[in-house]
């Protein structure tokens, strides 16, 4: 079993309910719905047999809404596109039209105000990129740098210019309260810039919401606001596209070991995203740079790894999983081997009684080589932070409440579990031994350390330890640490 999270991204290839069934099968903890593809009609389609197949497997499966952002792209041009070369010139005007060679527009004509003469205009991920000359009033003069085709509805990226823009679209409110009154796990930001975008997006939520936001890192004024989008955040998902579009892509592999290093450090989940095994879209097979790249984002302790194109439109999306599952396997094995485990700050992690607790408990289980950690929470932060600790083992989140475990399948390591909660110690431990006991993740007199609170009515009163040899009778008496 590994820890790993894997997030699937649904389309054409992957939206029936015999493939999510399989899906699930091969190791798929999230689902992720992509807003900038597909109608509101089609993910809400899709997310009813991601709900049957959940009631089919019992299993908690969380789903994340992608927004699609303030995403700029080319409007139509005569015949889809064009060739320009190195040298040519081309201009983007601010009005609407139909371009060609020599011009074109775009979905956001005041764009042509806030780019200076120098800055950089990439169309198709960098795959052509220009240079502003000149900025006139109502269009920009341009020459290129790199030919290639320019196509209809391609991106438009400006790594120099800071662009004064809502980070949320008319679409992304729509999409955003459809999420919502879906009650799905997570919403994913597009394009966030600073802590201020996060914040526009939670003024959209009810306050008694408890959708959790993902912070996607794709543009330059993202990194160097960093430590503020991780704390205004839930999740940060390091979307490697963009980000090697907006800067020099030599960057981005360590770019990528920074932020998931901070969001350890901050103890948050962490995605890594983007072409993690891209051949696999059209081949069965892997390429070894691309297993590589996956064991190493498991080896930086990323929480999650992500496929987008691989299983949305891919010929191999059942494979996709499966290889990342198995590689997840070998690399978290050698993990152990090496002890490669970390323990979080104890300054970090003092400063809360949940904190202490999370801590005193992965040191306890690594001391006594306990079989699992089970951890009872209302919201979720224990285990969180217990999964932030890289024990090493298993970590078995226990819930009464289904949106909370829907929401542990995004951490590492956690195996969520809803169940009911008994007031009495003594029979809440039997009650788990013949949960955990069922599953097969323990056997008799396996040695395991549970977390609790002793206030039922309190919400995050986790403070107590309890060291608990499993039984299949009699429960032995706990010993409170």
């Given at each position: 079993m590994i820890q790993t999270k894997i997030v699937a991204t649904l389309g054409p290839a992957t939206d029936s309910l015999e493939m999510i069934l399989k899906l699930i099968a091969a190791g798929v903890d999230v689902f992720r719905l992509n807003f900038s593809h597909g109608t509101i009609e089609q993910h809400a389609a899709t997310f009813r047999q991601i709900k049957k197949a959940c009631e089919q497997t019992g299993e908690m499966i969380a789903v994340m809404g992608d927004l699609c952002g303030p995403k700029i792209r080319i409007d139509p041009v005569e015949d889809d596109e064009f060739e320009i070369a190195r040298g040519d010139k081309m201009e983007i005007v601010a009005e609407h039209m139909v371009g060609g060679p020599?011009?074109?527009?775009?979905?956001?004509?005041?764009?042509?105000?806030?780019?200076q003469v120098g800055h950089r205009v990439l169309i198709?991920?960098?795959?052509?990129?220009?240079?502003?000359?000149?900025v006139l009033e109502d269009r920009l003069e341009c020459t290129c740098e790199i030919g290639g085709m320019i196509r209809t509805r391609k991106g438009l990226n400006l790594p120099d210019s800071d662009l004064e823009m809502s980070a949320l679209t008319d679409k992304d409110r729509e999409d955003l309260a459809w999420a919502l009154e879906n009650n799905l796990d997570y919403i994913a930001l597009s394009f966030v810039r600073s802590a201020k975008d996060l914040q526009e997006l939670r003024e959209l939520m009810p306050l008694e919401d408890r959708c959790r936001i993902v912070a996607k890192i794709e543009t330059v004024q993202a990194i160097k606001y960093m430590d503020q989008i991780i704390e205004a955040s839930d999740v940060i998902l390091v979307a490697r596209g963009d980000l090697g579009v907006e800067m020099e892509l030599a960057r981005v592999p360590i770019l990528q070991k920074r932020i998931v290093r901070q969001c350890q450090n901050a103890a948050k989940p962490c995605i890594v995203a983007t072409q993690m095994l891209q051949s696999m879209v059209d081949s069965p097979v892997a390429t070894r740079a691309e297993v590589s790249d996956v064991a190493n984002a498991i080896l930086d302790k990323a929480d999650c790894v992500m496929l987008s194109a691989e299983t949305s439109v891919g010929s191999y999306p059942l494979e996709s999983v499966e290889m990342l599952s198995k590689t997840a396997l070998y690399t978290e094995d050698e993990m152990r081997l090496r002890n490669r485990a970390s323990r979080m700050d104890p300054a970090l992690t003092m400063r809360r009684v949940t904190t202490a607790v999370a801590h005193g408990a992965s040191l306890l289980a690594r001391e006594l080589e306990a079989k699992l950690v089970a951890v009872w929470t209302d919201t979720g932060n224990t285990a969180r932070l217990l999964s932030k600790t890289r024990l090493g083992m298993p970590v078995v989140?226990?819930?009464?409440?289904?949106?909370?475990?829907?929401?542990?399948?995004?951490y590492f390591g956690v195996i969520p579990i809803c169940m009911s909660r008994h007031r009495e110690i003594l029979q809440m431990l039997r009650d788990v031994d013949t949960e955990l006991l069922k599953r097969g993740l323990v056997k008799s007199n396996d040695l395991i350390v549970v977390v609790a609170g002793t206030r039922l009515d309190q919400t995050g009163a986790t403070n107590a330890l309890l060291i608990h040899l499993v039984s299949d009778g009699e429960t032995n008496v706990p010993v409170f640490a």
């Open positions: 020599g011009r074109v527009s775009t979905n956001r004509p005041e764009l042509v105000k806030e780019v198709d991920d960098g795959m052509v990129r220009l240079r502003v000359d000149r989140g226990l819930s009464t409440d289904e949106l909370v475990c829907r929401r542990m399948a995004m």
